[in-house]
């Protein structure tokens, strides 16, 4: 069933309440990159041009409870005071996010005030028409995270109060099940989708569904246990599966490959073997590293050492794929229908082992001007192609990293599930 999107509905003089993801990286009130706050400006600046009696927006950012737990934590150590308070307002008031978005709009945005989410219903039927308000944080309020639904309810009621449209634009956090993604739906006379949203879902959807065939999954990143359901998942639609970063050592030291002091989840080599086995069975070809480049400490400053073969010796760690796997991964890319890029295939944050995942990302933009549908998930692998310029390059580049995995592994997600026609 398709999601109802806000052209779906009249929205003249309606007080709408939209659900963004403004969880971006801050540093002493500075908003550091506003990747998600543009991401969502197409579905604001529609809204406001329909008249709209107000528009409030509803973030969470970042997790204030257990952050601040670990800071004190920290300050304890060190023998330093610790002052909760100061540290939360610092770091994850939305107040500064409000700020930087009226910047973006060229237009007024007020801020509900620090007190907290709750009785803001007068506050807001008191702005004039066409007002867009940002409320605080969430996640300042239990109830937005609980596990018990009726504690989630409490937030959720107060939250659908404030509209008579509720819009989800927020796909970061599709697949939480909390108060302002889901619960408000409950409440909320009518639940649609942002365009942001809509454009996730259509372009990750068909890719467990129905891909434009062949489809090629590079997925990589540091560890194999988060993404062994979306490898199953794969499995049924792909032709191929590349997989690269530290958790492809896992799969070569499960074929008997010797992995030095690479990154290997022990606990996973079962698993591993199984997908290789199911692979084989379904036809799917897997490709692995065959030579790479790897150094003697996990270190920005480390040696690169080339290693022509897929084994390595006990002193070293594999930290990037070598030139021949690059070859690989353009053969089995030349062909594809549909790319879905999801972890980097080595330590790219490292410049002397970045040079695999830069090639991936210019393999992939290529395929794209071909003709292909890649879709690029994950925050390491958005990041890379961020930091090689080729974001634009790509059909597109997906906000939410658990979001995105849990789609791709053909779960239904609470946040898109409330805005189904």
């Known amino acids: 069933m398709a999601i109802k999107t806000v052209k779906s509905v009249d929205l003249k003089g309606k007080r709408v309440i939209m659900r963004v993801d403004f969880n971006v990286p801050m540093k002493d009130g500075v908003v550091q990159d506003d990747t998600r706050i543009t991401a969502a400006i197409p579905t604001i600046k529609y809204i406001l041009d329909q008249g709209v009696k107000t528009l409030t927006l509803m973030s969470h950012l970042g997790d204030p409870s257990k952050d601040a737990k670990k800071a004190k934590e920290k300050a304890e150590k060190d023998g330093r005071s610790f002052d909760e308070a100061a540290y939360i307002k610092g770091r994850h008031r939305m107040a500064p996010v409000a700020a930087y978005l009226a910047k973006k709009l060229g237009r007024p945005v007020i801020f509900a005030g620090e007190d907290g989410c709750y009785g803001k219903k007068s506050f807001i039927d008191s702005q004039p028409d066409g007002s867009v308000i940002m409320l605080e944080n969430t996640r300042f309020h239990r109830e937005e995270t609980a596990k018990e639904a009726a504690d989630r309810d409490r937030l959720a009621k107060e ?67 988060g993404k062994i359901a979306v490898l199953e998942s794969l499995l049924k639609n792909a032709a191929a599966l590349v997989i690269g970063g530290g958790m492809a050592y896992t799969f070569l ?3 008997g490959h010797k992995v030095g002091k690479s990154l290997v989840e022990d606990d996973r080599l079962d698993m591993a073997g199984n997908i290789l086995a199911a692979a084989e069975k379904a036809g799917v070809k897997i490709v692995l590293p065959v030579d790479q480049v790897a150094a003697e400490t996990f270190d920005a400053a480390a040696g690169p050492v080339p290693v022509d073969g897929a084994d390595l010796p006990d002193t070293l760690m594999g930290l990037d794929v070598g030139p021949k796997t690059v070859a690989l991964y353009r053969d089995v890319l030349a062909g594809a229908g549909t790319i879905v890029w999801n972890g980097p295939v080595g330590v790219f944050e490292f410049d002397a082992f970045a040079k695999g995942t830069e090639e991936v990302a210019k393999l992939v933009a290529e395929a794209t001007e071909r003709g292909a549908i890649t879709v690029v998930g994950g925050g390491d692998s958005v990041a890379a192609v961020n930091k090689f310029n080729l974001a634009s390059k790509m059909s597109h580049v997906s906000t939410g990293g658990g979001a995105s995995l849990e789609l791709l592994e053909g779960k239904k997600l609470p946040g898109i599930e409330v805005c189904r026609g």
Request: proline content about 6%.
């Open 253 to 255: 030291k499960a074929q």
């Open 159 to 225: 939250l659908a109060a404030y509209g008579d449209v509720f819009v989800n634009d927020a796909f970061g956090t599709a697949h939480r099940d909390h108060a302002s993604t889901a619960s408000i739906a409950k409440f909320a006379p009518v639940s649609v989708a942002g365009f942001l949203m809509e454009k996730e879902v259509d372009y990750l959807e068909p890719i467990v569904t129905s891909p434009r065939k062949p489809l090629v999954a590079i997925i990589g990143g540091a560890k194999v246990s």
